[in-house]
């Protein structure tokens, strides 16, 4: 009876093992391929997909990954017996962005061993991926010691905030996990159903290359500085475990620290964590944005005092470390600017440049471990005027140019000769710096790998630094090159939103959707869209698919609250920007927006904290200070109401209601003549104000106009 029903089971099981060969044998014949030949189910987190494949008699970068996170390389399969190996290992920085692999450093150093060394069969393989952290680098490194490298160079440390979730639950999910995946990732069966699934969620068409490997969010979250800290370890103990592994294999390696754009990048995230009362937060708020006036008219010494002391208020803010860097700069206070950017990157809440942590563990670690160091970070210092290093050497925030990947290259190469390990020059000759840009000047000129993706990252750089005209430019140029660049529909499209050309960027939003229809950036964009023409019911329904394909998104939720408060529901408004401020503390939209309605319920205590949170973030916010000073007039504080509204009307000149609570708050301290001022100016820029010719007809007749401001408080933003 029991060999009965084992034979049952072995022979279910022989013929569903049968049966699901016959089916994997159909659908390779009829062209279907498995999910591991598109992509890495893990990307590249596992190490159980490998970068390089063998290809007849080379290895060769896996097809899938070829081009969108690795460059295209190849290596011979067996080692020449003269020949002489080198990976390089990192980033984006390392893999050459925007230009590709030949003009990218390794690309350099391959061509002048080479000259260098004519009796040996030089191999300098870029093994760098796109957003590579050095827990993937860890793994990239375990595959290439098993292709007898004889060097080994590792430059990153930019990416260490990147993926944190995904690489969470990587992790979590565990070896067996990532086995599974990997194993189904090779069966037809599984690419088939996971495609059907894909299509009946929606029409979505098979995803371009680009979007195949690596997951980079678009949104960095807020770090504290304990959080920065344990990363900091987290990289420096993986950094270790590569330089060992290498050293056990015997293979030397040159670790290279990581430079960025100090002079030229603005923090990307700017919060305070430090304890505050009430009147140092508005002191430090009030230093803050006198100085940013100051800056902008030249007054350096002004500045320089006042972010000295806005800085002992709030240690940890980043934009005040980096203001106060520019007015040492106007002042010719070199050293101190440097100092103060350094300390901006490094306070920065969503980093996405190296920390100085980052260079102090590869410096150590080079000691500590006999590895070869070459300090970048300080040649590109001495190479910078006034050693404040900006876009002279690095295209944006952390890419070098071209110049900056001759100058990484002359540095290592310079070190590996003198190591002596490829063995003594040919003809004598020494590592001079001479014979270095004779060889590099025989090179033919690099060309930019993808006139798109070098375009789009041009366009980031000015967006970011708020030259919007010239950032639509590159986006326009991005998508001639690449009219199915989603990232810069949707970027340009947000843009042109902003400047009014609302036509076009619905034209870009509706081609971004039907490429991507999930993508939530786009939907964001396109629900503020629909809140521009007042239709809140479409805007509401985008903002709720957005929010729904990426929860973590606290735009999606202020776009939400936004359409809310605009409904008159303040309280489900109130709980959609809760929401957001859960997700992201100093979201300054959602701050502001939050205290709006608060104002609206006539508890400016509460708003204040809110306010103020809001400025912390974006110093420039005409809004916040707007509201922050119809709170401050509320609570019969007039000298604060003045200073905001003053800032507030700095910022937006042709704003009637700003300048009319200004005008309010003015008369409060009676100071007439400048009240008489606002008032005119009002009716200058809208004739038929009746509450400002009021106002002036009552100063004409001696008489107080009606106590209080107006009650425009700022609209929600979405």
Avoid at 428 to 439: M, P, Y
Avoid at 594 to 601: G, R
Wanted: proline letters at 5%; a neutral charge; hydrophobic letters at 40%.
């Amino acid at each position: 009876m029991a060999l009965g029903r084992r034979k049952k089971v072995l022979f279910a099981a022989f013929t569903g093992v049968a049966f699901l060969g016959l089916l994997e044998l159909a659908l390779g014949l009829a062209g279907v391929d498995p999910l591991a030949s598109r992509t890495d189910p893990s990307h590249g987190f596992s190490g159980l997909v490998p970068v390089f494949e063998h290809e007849g008699q080379r290895y060769r970068t896996r097809g899938s990954a070829r081009g969108s996170t690795f460059n295209d390389q190849s290596f011979a399969a067996v080692k020449p017996e003269n020949g002489f190996r080198v990976f390089c290992l990192g980033g984006s920085s390392a893999y050459g962005f925007p230009w590709g692999a030949r003009a990218a450093f390794c690309g350099v150093l391959g061509d002048v061993l080479a000259a260098a060394h004519p009796d040996r069969v030089v191999e300098v393989v870029n093994a760098a991926g796109m957003s590579y952290g050095m827990h993937r680098v860890s793994l990239v490194a375990r595959e290439v010691l098993e292709h007898e490298p004889d060097l080994v160079v590792v430059y990153g440390g930019h990416n260490e905030f990147v993926e944190p979730s995904y690489y969470g639950q990587i992790r979590g999910r565990g070896p067996a996990g990532n086995a599974l995946a990997v194993a189904l990732a090779q069966l037809r069966v599984y690419s088939a159903a996971r495609s059907l699934v894909a299509r009946a969620q929606s029409a979505r068409p098979p995803p371009r290359p680009s979007d195949l490997e690596v997951r980079r969010w678009n949104r960095i979250g807020v770090y504290s500085p304990g959080d920065k800290r344990r990363i900091a370890d987290e990289f420096a103990a993986t950094l270790r475990g590569v330089v060992r592994r290498c050293r056990e294999r015997g293979v030397p390696v040159v670790l290279a620290t990581v430079p960025c754009n100090l002079r030229d990048w603005r923090p990307e995230r700017s919060v305070t964590n430090a304890e505050l009362t009430d009147s140092e937060r508005r002191a430090w708020i009030e230093d803050l944005s006198a100085a940013r006036a100051e800056l902008a008219e030249g007054r350096f010494q002004q500045a320089a005092d006042r972010l000295a002391r806005a800085r002992d208020l709030a240690t940890d803010h980043a934009e005040t470390a980096y203001l106060l860097g520019q007015a040492h700069e106007g002042l010719g206070h070199w050293e101190a600017a440097r100092e103060a950017y350094a300390a901006a990157c490094d306070l920065d809440a969503s980093p996405v440049r190296r920390l100085s942590a980052f260079n102090a563990a590869i410096r150590r670690i080079a000691a500590e471990e006999s590895a070869i160091l070459v300090d970048a970070d300080r040649t590109f210092t001495e190479a910078s005027e006034h050693g404040l290093v900006g876009f002279n050497l690095i295209e944006d925030y952390v890419h070098p140019t071209l110049r900056g990947h001759e100058l990484i290259a002359w540095h290592v190469w310079e070190a590996i000769e003198r190591a002596g390990i490829v063995g003594a020059p040919g003809r004598g000759l020494r590592a001079e710096r001479e014979w270095f840009d004779r060889v590099v000047s025989t090179r033919p000129p690099a060309t930019q790998q993808g006139t798109a993706p070098f375009s789009y990252n041009q366009a980031i750089v000015l967006q970011q630094q708020g030259r919007h005209a010239e950032a639509i430019a590159k986006y326009r140029e991005a998508l001639r090159a690449d009219p199915s660049y989603v990232a810069a529909m949707v970027n340009l499209a947000r843009l042109l939103a902003t400047a009014g050309e609302r036509d076009e960027a619905e034209r870009l939003v509706d081609a971004a959707l039907a490429l991507l229809p999930d993508d939530a950036d786009a939907r964001i964009v396109r629900g503020a869209l629909h809140g521009d023409r007042g239709a809140w019911d479409l805007a509401m329904e985008e903002y709720r698919k957005a929010s729904a394909l990426d929860p973590a998104n606290p735009q999606a939720l202020v776009g939400l609250g936004t359409v809310a408060a605009r409904s008159g529901d303040l309280a489900q408004a109130a709980d959609w920007f809760a929401r957001a401020l859960a997700l992201e503390p100093s979201h300054a939209e959602a701050n502001h927006n939050l205290a709006t309605i608060l104002l609206a319920q006539h508890r400016p205590h509460e708003a204040l904290e809110y306010l103020e949170r809001a400025l912390e973030t974006r110093p420039d916010h005409a809004d916040a200070h707007h509201n922050l000073g119809v709170a401050y007039l509320e609570l019969q504080r007039t000298a604060e109401a003045v200073r905001h509204l003053r800032r507030a009307v700095e910022i937006r000149l042709d704003d009637v209601s700003f300048r009319y609570n200004l005008g309010l708050a003015l008369l409060r301290r009676n100071e007439v003549a400048e009240a008489r001022a606002c008032f005119e100016r009002i009716l200058d820029l809208a004739p038929d104000h009746a509450e400002a010719r009021r106002a002036l007809e009552s100063l004409r007749g001696r008489e107080r106009p009606p106590d209080g401001a107006d009650g425009r408080r700022s609209e929600n933003e979405g």
